[in-house]
T-cell receptor, first 113, second 118 residues
Framework: EDQVTQSPEALRLQEGESSSLNCSYT??????LFWYRQDPGKGPEFLFTLYSAGEEKEKERLKATLTKKESFLHITAPKPEDSATYLC??????????????FGQGTILTVHP | GAVVSQHPSWVICKSGTSVKIECRSL??????MFWYRQFPKQSLMLMATSNEGSKATYEQGVEKDKFLINHASLTLSTLTVTSAHPEDSSFYIC??????????????FGDGTRLSIL
């Protein structure tokens, strides 16, 4: 069965304390992996798309990487404004042509000043 | 770029009322739009996929007569919750995706609609 699992469920960091979030997937074929940020009461905000193993994307303090089994979202020197829920989602080869995503449960990140 | 506007952001209404939620892509044409439901502290659950000019495809367990979806143009999709009841109270989020090779472009999300049925 295709699955997307994110860990940890929640992560508390001090400002400036770098860390990584994990998204592991077991799918029959990957067409793309997407990272989103969601603030309370808001819709997800698109961050990155990764299409093939070895690919990396960066944006400010965030860096996303992809292997054949998992993706990491590295946060360098986080600030309180980075606090949010981070969601990963996969688009599978076997999915419909409409691009249906399978989401993980998310990691709630809290950065304390 | 890739802005999706969802309206209204918050609705409170009585049981039995029908509620319409609009989802617009403001700066791009969305050949495909998606409707999700999100319960507190849970991830997004896909309800249906809609393509401009054709009938929506509903996920298993989602009542198509309860949740009416119309995608009349490349920039607008609507979700109507018919005869809403308290158990329909939830956070509804739409997303839109452009047409592209392989269909693997990211989805861009609206800010959601908080629906509360009394």
């Amino acid at each position: 069965e295709d699955q997307v699992t994110q860990s940890p469920e929640a992560l508390r960091l001090q400002e400036g304390e770098s860390s990584s979030l994990n998204c592991s997937y077991t799918v029959s074929g990957l067409r793309g992996l997407f990272w989103y940020r969601q603030d309370p009461g808001k819709g997800p905000e698109f961050l990155f798309t990764l299409y093939s193993a070895g690919e990396e994307k960066e944006k400010e303090r965030l860096k996303a990487t992809l292997t054949k089994k998992e993706s990491f979202l590295h946060i360098t020197a986080p600030k309180p404004e980075d606090s949010a829920t981070y969601l990963c989602a996969v688009l599978m080869v076997g999915g419909t042509s409409y691009g249906k995503l399978t989401f993980g449960q998310g990691t709630i990140l809290t950065v304390h000043p | 770029g890739a802005v999706v506007s969802q309206h209204p952001s918050w609705v409170i209404c009585k049981s039995g009322t029908s509620v319409k939620i609009e989802c617009r892509s403001l700066d791009f044409q969305a050949t495909t739009m998606f409707w999700y439901r999100q319960f507190p502290k849970q991830s997004l659950m896909l309800m249906a996929t809609s393509n401009e000019g054709s009938k929506a495809t509903y996920e298993q367990g989602v009542e198509k007569d309860k949740f009416l979806i119309n995608h009349a143009s490349l920039t607008l999709s609507t979700l109507t919750v018919t005869s809403a009841h308290p158990e329909d109270s939830s956070f509804y989020i739409c997303s839109a995706r452009t047409l592209g090779q392989g269909g693997n472009q990211p989805q861009h999300f609206g800010d959601g609609t908080r629906l509360s049925i009394l």
